[in-house]
């Protein structure tokens, strides 16, 4: 399954933007999906995770309260909306994908397979 991020821009302290994660080549609703984030410099970030039917999700304590994940089985795509955002949540931001024989959300990088491109986030102070 191929993954292609979008949503991300430039944005000023305190405010807010949707990402976008689409599927093509599968059927994203076979797969837990999460998102990561790395910095310049810095290493690649858990952010969030939704199991297949989006039952279930998960975030890091840094985002927790002020991103929230869902999905669209529908539509194939899966969303992190990010609010009260802060100049430390600047980014490339990555969806990635857990193969379709794995149920259960995951924070590690090393769980997911299939990784998009990812969508650069700049927010400013």
């Known amino acids: 399954v191929q993954l292609q991020a979008s949503g991300g821009g430039l944005v000023q302290a305190g405010g807010s933007l949707r990402l976008s994660c689409a599927a093509s080549g599968g059927t994203l609703s076979s797969h837990v999906i999460g998102w990561f984030r790395q910095a310049p410099g810095k290493a690649r970030e858990f952010v969030s995770t939704?199991?297949?039917?989006?039952?279930?999700?998960d975030y890091a304590d840094s985002v927790k309260g002020r991103f929230t994940i869902s999905r669209d089985n529908a539509k194939n795509t899966v969303y992190v909306e990010m609010n009260s955002l802060k100049p430390e949540d600047t980014a490339r931001y990555y969806c990635a994908a857990r193969s379709n024989n794995h149920t259960a959300p995951a924070a590690s990088a090393a769980s997911y397979v299939y990784w998009g491109q990812g969508t650069l986030v700049t927010v400013s102070s």
């Open positions: 939704i199991t297949r039917n989006g039952g279930a999700t």
